[in-house]
């Protein structure tokens, strides 16, 4: 199996995270999206169409978005599961991975930032206000979501789940950026539990093999 990452994406993280936990080996080939060695032809025509990161490839099959490679990997390797076979289970870990995954990312992501810099022109500080509005924006939905519906010490329980995998990511990217975060005690509790657990610790960025500080 290999993973197509780049240190500090948040999606290729979850699926870092996704695979540790399921104790499947891999080979990370980095892909520096600073570099934009994302749109190099060779690796949008060969690995991931989309021209993003990460792309997992396991053995004749590819993919190239982090939701539906971790649907994948929930569905091929299912132990230990991250999302709940239980019909309200499984929605409510959707619900909130979700959230994450399509309220709070796509808005911060580096395309977007970049973009926000060069084209429209704005200055480093309106784009890290730009940045911290949404953060917050998001983190407190997360943070009413966890008081209304989360439990234990994870954000469903005694075990990690795909809303895990979302979040911590996310929360990781937002302290890297400076963001405020203490108005969500909750989710940060999620987050310092996530720093004891060795899946989480072995999917951080500054484990990776193209980190750099």
Known sequence: MQLYSFFNSSTSYRV???LALKGLSFDTIPVNI???EHRASAYVDEVNPSAAVPALIDGDFSLGQSLAILDYLDAKYPE???VPQAIEARARVLELA???SCDMHPVNNLRILKYLQGPLGLSAE???AWYR?????????????????GHGPWCFGDAPTLADVCLIPQIANAQRMGCDLSAYPRAMAVYAQA?????FLAAAPNRQPD???
């Open 133 to 149: 509005h949404w953060v917050a924006e998001g983190m407190a939905g997360v943070e009413r979501w966890l008081d209304k519906h």
């Open 80 to 82: 230990p599961r991250l």
């Open 34 to 36: 600073r570099a934009g």
């Open 98 to 100: 979700m959230l994450v």
């Open 126 to 128: 309106q784009k890290n």
């Open 16 to 18: 870092r995270i996704a």
């Open 195 to 199: 720093e004891t657990h060795p899946a």
């Open 211 to 213: 980190y750099t500080a």
